[in-house]
């Protein structure tokens, strides 16, 4: 009896389900956010996974049946969550959370539908983040879904910034497209000529509006800006050939040709007049930055739902391998467990399942944090306004007093006066938030899609031959593929990494990192089970890398930690992600022990979903532990030179000569020297003494103090293994193979 009693108590019997991931990801108290979650579902697992089935992914062309996914969109309300309600929507305020839910569900069966979603949003996006009310107003309603009775179409959007090769790509700033005066009439609107060439665009097939990026040609417009483009605009509105592509086969896209006359106030922002010249309130780069820091989220969480997505398939066929084979009895344990059997084969879907919970904890932390951020941000705006600050150095001055605070606040212990001061100052909270937004949104963004689409292969793999078939259950091949899209879009990996090496030293940032290691240490004083100790002590290592990194130069001269060296930077900016992702992974676990009691639902079995998730959380950090210790390393030490056995180096050597002096003195010291030369010079077939380096054994204590830390990680993993080996599960997948 007490057996079973332990089993009831500490195990997970059933999937996490929705009461228990609304606390971890902090939608509990938000109806409208869980109305819009089962009605997205409901599109995803219904209209999208049939048009999966029905084979739609297997032609480039739109087709009635993707149309209908869109008015599948529209009628649950998927359109509508990015809306305000004055504009059609449903949900007040800021929509981070809510537009990343939608996209983890839709991309839950297919990213290619999650991307038909988001794209809309993204064309709406430079008008939502800069756009002038007039612009707001009119294209977001008539992007709105047409209340019922209504027969109006809704405006679908195409944002259009990437060009034919040779421009842009990854480099936002080489742009072809073109704008100039087309007319100006004295006293007038001045009228514009937008010659632009998109290259994969989404969308294209029916978008009737484009938010396009152009550079000007022309005196009399300064710079470049984002244009709005719509289909019955004078001139060609051309959308191209479809692209073939190998993935995200539910969404449109094409290469796009636009000489299209449109009046001025489609400049996105407005524009003012000064010298008889048109300047436009903001240049391309400014709106684009505003939006892709949003919308970038996401699409990390996109790759994250795949990851989850996989594990109920795998687990079904795993332990339905070997049913109807003569030798396999039901109640037996190869009738029961089939593959489930062997350890690998419940350790690798572990690791997937761990890698998913990461990287959506990551990614809705980053979504949360965006829908703190929007008001704080306007706050900060018009705050800096009252003291006539607007924008550019001046403001960037103003908030480095903001910034001096905000560290100085981190540096306080608890109960000091000044604290509540500085806590409750409007600016010292924007800049804290900014300076970890800019870090977690392309963190989600590189290591979610990245890191992601190399574990999506795993999980194909564990689905043997069937995995890379069409009859897949889960669809876990297209997910696999379409990983890498997500991986690409909006900005590669290098655009993420380039972005983390530089938001990543801020020092408001580095303050916070610190004060979270320290944070990790007090989590893990209380939850050892969790792996905080283990992130700590990766923090820390990762910490003093840096700093030794921006100490240190090449051989011949140079520093290491520089902009143009990718080398160093982007490897750090990688094992900086996976500390994040463990980090946010620990919180969401924490956030579900200490609320879940509260809710009937997530509270039945709640201690053994609990100690599942920490042993998840373990594993994760011990992960990142390791990737973190090999890449610190391999920057510590692989910038010297090794040293030669010909080099000057090799005079600290001993000589076999001198060992058998000192072993009359020191005897059993021959046995610890390990560069020993003979008297002719011969030395140890190697590639010569041993390395060492400045920060040696600084370095070298951290990463012992780290790998120690692993302790207990493989037996969290095989906890876990065998609560996935015994986890009840569905009789069938609820959606279509
Ligand atoms: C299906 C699909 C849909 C898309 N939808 C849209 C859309 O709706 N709107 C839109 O505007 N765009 C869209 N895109 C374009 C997409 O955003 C770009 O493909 C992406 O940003 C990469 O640009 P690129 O293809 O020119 O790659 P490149 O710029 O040629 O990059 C190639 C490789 O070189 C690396 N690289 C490039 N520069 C650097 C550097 N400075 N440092 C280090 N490495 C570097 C990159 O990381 C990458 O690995 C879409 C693309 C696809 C495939």
């Known amino acids: 009896m007490g057996t079973v009693a332990v089993f009831e108590t500490k195990t997970m019997l059933t999937l996490p389900g929705d009461a228990v991931r609304q606390i971890q990801w902090r939608f509990a108290d938000r109806f409208d956010l869980q109305m819009l979650v089962q009605s997205a579902r409901n599109v995803a697992r219904g209209t999208v996974a049939r048009l999966v089935a029905a084979g739609e992914r297997n032609t480039h062309e739109w087709t009635a049946g993707k149309a209908q996914m869109l008015k599948a969109f529209d009628r649950a309300g998927v359109t509508a969550a990015f809306m305000e309600p004055e504009e059609g929507g449903f949900i007040s305020g800021p929509k981070n959370l809510a537009l990343a839910l939608a996209a983890f569900e839709l991309a839950w069966v297919d990213g290619g539908a999650a991307t038909a979603s ?18 707001v107003t009119r294209y977001k309603t008539l992007a709105a879904p047409p209340q019922p009775g209504d027969d109006r179409q809704p405006w679908r959007g195409a944002f259009a910034l990437t060009e034919p090769i040779p421009y842009v790509g990854v480099d936002t700033g080489m742009l072809s497209g073109k704008v100039r005066v087309a007319e100006w009439k004295d006293g007038h609107e001045p009228w514009l000529q937008v010659d632009k060439r998109g290259r994969f665009i989404t969308n294209i097939a029916f978008a009737n509006f484009v938010t396009a990026a ?160 929007d008001p704080l941000e306007k706050h900060k705006t ?38 509540a001061e500085l806590a409750s100052d ?31 292969r795993e999980a194909v793999s564990l689905m043997g031959g069937y995995g890379i078939t069409e009859d897949c259950p889960g669809f876990l091949a297209n997910k696999w593929m379409d990983a890498q899209l997500e991986a690409t879009y909006e900005g590669p990996e290098a655009v993420q990494r380039r972005q983390l090496t530089v938001t990543m030293t801020s020092e408001v940032f580095l303050a916070q990192f610190r004060a979270w290691t320290t944070a990790a240490r007090r989590i893990a004083s209380n939850h050892p089970g969790t792996g905080a100790c283990t992130v700590a002590s990766a923090m820390n290592m990762w910490l003093w890398t840096l700093n030794y990194l ?45 609320r879940g009691a509260d809710d009937a639902v997530a509270a039945e079995g709640l201690e053994g979903t609990v100690q599942f998730l920490s042993d998840l959380c373990h594993i994760q950090a011990a992960h990142a532990a390791g990737e973190t210790s090999r890449i610190c390393a391999e920057l510590v030490f692989g910038y010297n030179r090794h040293p030669a056995w010909e080099d000057e180096a090799h005079r600290a050597c001993f000589l076999a000569s001198e060992l058998e002096e000192y072993e009359v003195t020191m005897p059993g010291i021959a046995a610890f020297a390990v560069d020993v030369l003979a008297a002719d010079g011969a030395h140890p077939q190697k590639a010569g003494p041993c390395a060492g380096c400045a920060g040696n054994s600084e370095f070298l204590r951290l990463q012992n103090k780290l790998t120690s830390c692993l302790s207990g990680c493989r037996l969290a993993k095989d906890r876990a293994a065998g609560t996935v080996s015994r986890v009840v599960i569905p009789e069938a997948l609820d959606y279509p193979a």
């Not at 908030?399 to 604290?419: H, T, V, W």
């Not at 870090?439 to 999506?456: E, F, Q, S």
């Not at 011949?556 to 996976?578: I, M, N, P, S």
Request: with cysteine.
């Open 118 to 135: 988001l794209a809309g949003f993204l064309a709406l996006s430079p008008i939502h983040e800069r756009g002038t009310q007039a612009q």
């Open 214 to 373: 152009v550079n000007s040609d022309d005196p009399r417009i300064k710079g470049s800006c984002v244009v709005i483009l719509e289909e019955g605009d004078e001139g060609s509105f051309d959308r191209g050939t479809p692209t073939k592509k190998l993935v995200h086969q539910l969404s449109s896209t094409g290469d796009p040709i636009f000489n299209l006359k449109v009046p001025a106030n489609r400049i996105v922002g407005g524009y003012t007049v000064k010298d008889d010249v048109i300047v436009p309130n903001f240049n391309h780069g400014e709106i684009i930055e505003a939006v892709f820091r949003r919308t970038r989220v996401p699409v990390g969480l996109m790759t994250a739902a795949k990851l989850l997505s996989a594990v109920e398939p795998v687990i079904r066929y795993q332990r339905q391998r070997f049913r109807g084979a003569e030798g396999s009895k039901p109640g037996s344990l190869r009738y029961e467990q089939g593959i489930q059997q062997r350890e690998d084969a419940l350790h690798r879907l572990v690791d997937i399942w761990a890698t998913g919970e990461a990287a959506t904890s990551l990614g809705f932390a980053a979504a949360r944090l965006f829908d703190e951020l």
């Open 382 to 419: 018009a705050l800096l306004k009252e003291r006539g600050i607007q924008g550019g150095r001046a403001e960037l001055k103003a908030l480095k007093e903001s910034e001096q605070r905000a560290i100085e606040l981190l540096s306080l212990k608890p109960g000091n006066p000044r604290r």
């Open 426 to 456: 409007p600016l010292v909270d924007f800049v804290l938030k900014d300076a970890e937004a800019n870090v977690i949104c392309p963190a989600t963004k590189l290591w979610n899609t990245g890191h992601g689409a190399n574990m999506m």
């Open 550 to 594: 921006r100490k240190s130069t090449y051989p011949e001269g140079g520093k290491l930690y520089h902009g143009q060296r990718q080398g160093v930077t982007f490897a750090l900016a990688d094992a900086l992600c996976w500390l994040l992702a463990s980090r946010y992974q620990i919180l969401d676990v924490l956030e579900l022990e200490a």
